[in-house]
């Protein structure tokens, strides 16, 4: 099978977009070696027609997960394929509407091109399902953030190293019933996290060097730890991710990432 793909690098979170129809039941497969093929992709989404009114296309992760950067990426792409103008360092950004695995309705992407190269974009994020707490072997209890498809755990960094939480990181997945799992190892004092997450279909962990739906989930904690709006911008290994999260009568009623994003290559390869 041949495949073309295009390479974006939506905050160093690098993730590899796949434009040819493959089947949904061999997307974990293509996944798992299109991963091994290229060490440095962190992810792998498949582009799909949309079903959905309005929304220009479909992005299938691999495990079928929402993903944050993945999506940022994918709105990229259909800038860059449609000629949509994203206009100036002084124009207003560009509305992308895009269908999303783990997302229901309509994903609002916002684009901007960098004066430099790339594109500025802010994603609407889903809300999580609830906040809630689990149990981490040799940790105890924590902050645990639930969405459709994949739950983070926030244990803090002095807690466990990252041996052990690759160690957990199966077996929690499983405890969880989630079909991914993230362990987001946070810094408070240095606003910081290394996230590592796993997806249950193709039986991978990888630590991330941005994580959008850990951004998320750390935003989401923290306004419900504060009770109220909560903004920051939050450290990770390969740059900054900034997270909005509004409060509104005991819950999350909206939920941003903003981050950058960028064409690293372009190609096809034999599968």
């Known amino acids: 099978m041949k495949l073309d793909y295009t390479?974006?690098?939506?905050?160093?979170n690098?993730?590899?977009l796949v434009s040819t129809p493959v089947p949904r039941g061999e997307q974990p497969h293509v996944a798992a070696k299109l991963m091994?093929?290229?060490?440095?992709?962190?992810?792998?989404?498949?582009?799909e027609p949309a079903a959905l009114p309005g929304a220009a296309l479909r992005l299938q992760m691999m495990g079928g997960e929402f993903c944050g950067n993945a999506s940022m990426s994918a709105a990229a792409f259909l800038a860059e394929r449609d000629g949509v103008s994203t206009g100036g360092a002084d124009a207003p950004a560009s509305f992308l509407a895009l269908e999303v695995s783990g997302y229901p309705g309509l994903l609002q992407c916002r684009l901007s091109r960098r004066v430099e190269g790339g594109w500025n974009g802010t994603v609407d994020m889903p809300l999580p399902e609830k906040i809630d707490t689990a149990e981490l072997p040799g940790v105890g209890t924590?902050?645990?953030?639930?969405?459709?498809?994949?739950?983070?755990?926030?244990?803090?960094?002095?807690?466990?190293t990252r041996p052990a939480a690759e160690a957990a990181i199966r077996p929690l997945c499983m405890a969880l019933k989630a079909d991914a799992c993230g362990i987001l190892l946070y810094d408070e004092t240095a606003a910081s996290f290394a996230p590592l997450?796993?997806?249950?279909?193709?039986?991978?962990?990888?630590?991330?060097s941005?994580?959008?739906?850990?951004?998320?989930?750390?935003g989401a904690y923290l306004a419900s730890q504060a009770g109220g709006d909560c903004t920051a911008?939050?450290?990770?290994p390969g740059g900054t991710i900034s997270v909005c999260a509004r409060w509104n009568e005991g819950r999350i009623s909206a939920l941003t990432i903003t981050g950058y994003v960028a064409l690293l290559e372009q190609g096809s390869c034999e599968i």
Do not use: R
């Open 233 to 236: 911008e939050l450290c990770q």
């Open 210 to 218: 941005g994580c959008g739906s850990g951004s998320a989930a750390l």
């Open 197 to 208: 997450v796993y997806v249950l279909s193709t039986d991978t962990a990888v630590w991330e």
């Open 142 to 160: 924590v902050p645990a953030v639930i969405f459709d498809g994949i739950t983070h755990c926030i244990v803090p960094a002095n807690a466990m």
């Open 7 to 12: 390479v974006w690098d939506p905050t160093k």
């Open 14 to 16: 690098i993730t590899l």
């Open 36 to 47: 091994s093929a290229h060490p440095h992709v962190e992810q792998v989404g498949f582009l």
